[in-house]
């Protein structure tokens, strides 16, 4: 099985399936207004001082945020006012230009995390699905996870393979014991592919394993998109509108299939412009304008009483 035929995909897919190509480290300078405080172990991603900028124009100014394990946080604003680079920039998919983000109590920004190790625990869903056209559903779902036990596995047998070589020169007391290998490269592809049809049969499309997407709907492409990023095992799922591309009547089962996660307790970060499922599925909303938070809080509070002015002006437009 080949893995590289990914080369013309954008790099953003690559990147957050899980190490495909390897991410560039991030160009972060640590900068006197940013001193690192210590993180908040209950957190489960926390952001400290978070800025970006592109060129003079600043998107993200200055945010400092928690998300809790469990939480799920639905993050509405004006088209422009930074929702999708605040999302980006917890995964990195953006570097911040300055500030922090944790994840797990680990600094994404340092240079010594491996951030495709970090970012493998980060599911993430976009607007525009991003599946593998040239691949077919089954082969979607399993590659990353695929892709990464074999390189645990290689990585493994390259240890022990210096082990050993070590061991020759070493006492009988002295050798060193090698990495116990359980799995052989078939069984990883065969442990990938029936974690993936589980996940097909829970959403009713295992069906659909070996047709490629562009067979299908929306609606169903989006659920795969879902499916492949549950596939890694993920600790929180970040959503950039992932109905925002669909025709009305699809939207629903996306939504159904978001609110399923939610209510097994997945904390979830998600960018939405649809208000009713802000308000029945989020514990918390944050109302973003001008690349702040200007107002947030539980979503009877935010749509029940809102307070800042542009947070009403902007409710009076959407809803
Ligand atoms: N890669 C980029 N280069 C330059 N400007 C960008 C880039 N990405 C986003 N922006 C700008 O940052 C602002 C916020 O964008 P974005 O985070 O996509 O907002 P939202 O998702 O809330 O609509 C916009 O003015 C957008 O034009
Ligand atoms: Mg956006």
Redesign the pocket.
Known sequence: MKEDNTQSLPEEVLKTDAGQVPAKKPKFVKTEKTPVEPFDPEALIEVQHLTKS?GA?T?LDDISEKIKPGEKVAVI?P????????LRCLNMLEDPTDGYVFFEGNNLCDLRVDINVQRRRMGMVFQQFNLFNNMNVLKNVTLAPVHIALQDLRKNKRRNFFTKVGNLFRGFEKKKPLIPIETSAKEIREDAAANAMRLLERIGLADKANVYPSTLSGGQRQRIAIVRALAMNPKVMLFDEPTSALDPEMVGEVLELIKELADEGMTMVI?THEMGFAREVATRVMF?DGGKIVEQGPPEAIFGAPQNERLRDFLSKVL
């Open positions: 592109f124009l998107v604003g088209s422009g006012s930074g929702k999708s680079t605040f960018v973003m």
